[in-house]
């Protein structure tokens, strides 16, 4: 069973940037969510995706942005780069039909930079 | 709103000892409750889980948690304490029937020799 891949693993921006990172969900997962984790801080929800549309909102701007594929996986959008947008960017795939209950499998992460 | 308490952001053990972890919730509903441990430049591991049925939930390295409705607390404790058991560890609640968590601002745990 293959879990969550993300990528870049790495990257650096400046200011006023866009940037996409993707993700592919675990093996027979059809919900992805996305979550923002700053330094010294707890992940914080942004947004999730289930069937390809948009679940459920954390408090982000519009200029975060997300898709979700027909084969479940996705991207997360953000224009507009601001320093505050410096982060691990956390990706989780979850099935309501896998018999794990509201649980989420997380990627390693993506590590955003802003300049 | 739901939200999540960590007392103490940095907790240290000797090898040996009881680790204790707190976490406090707020919800107007009995949540899903979660452990997860993240070590250095990785992602998220789940620990272990409170849906429904037996309050004391047993979790993977030999970690364990014991869902309080009454203290709306879901402590993590380790009897023995291990130098692979230092890493960060968040707390995390949500609403059943949804995937979106609130997390804790996490407990960085320090094993000392």
């Known amino acids: 069973e293959t879990g969550v891949t993300q990528s870049p693993t790495h990257l650096i921006k400046t200011r006023g940037q866009q940037v996409t990172l993707r993700c592919s969900s675990q093996s027979g997962h059809n919900t992805v969510s996305w979550y923002q984790q700053a330094l010294g801080q707890g992940p914080q929800f942004i947004f999730q995706?289930?069937?390809?549309?948009?679940?459920g909102r954390g408090n982000f701007p519009p200029r975060f942005s997300g898709l979700q594929f027909p084969n479940y996986s996705s991207e997360l959008n953000v224009n507009a780069l601001e320093l505050d947008d410096s982060a691990l960017y956390l990706c989780?795939?979850?099935?309501?039909?896998?018999?794990?209950?509201?649980?989420?499998?997380f990627g390693e992460g993506s590590r955003l930079t802003v300049l | 709103a739901q939200s999540v308490t960590q007392l103490g952001s940095h907790v240290s053990v000797s090898e040996g000892a009881l680790v204790l972890l707190r976490c406090n919730y707020s919800?107007?509903?009995?949540?899903?409750l979660f452990w997860y441990v993240q070590y250095p430049n990785q992602g998220l591991q789940l620990l272990l889980k409170y849906t429904t049925g037996a309050t004391l939930v047993k979790g993977i390295n030999g970690f364990e948690a014991e869902f309080k409705k009454s203290e709306t607390s879901f402590h993590l404790t380790k009897p023995s304490a291990h130098m692979s058991d230092a890493a960060e560890y968040f707390c995390?609640?949500?609403?059943?029937?949804?995937?979106?968590?609130?997390f804790g601002t996490g407990t960085r745990l320090k094993v000392l020799a």
């Open positions: 989780a795939s979850s099935s309501g039909t896998s018999g794990t209950v509201g649980e989420l499998f």
């Open positions: 995706y289930y069937r390809e549309e948009e679940n």
């Open positions: 995390a609640v949500s609403d059943r029937g949804t995937y979106k968590y609130i």
């Open positions: 919800s107007s509903v009995p949540p899903y």
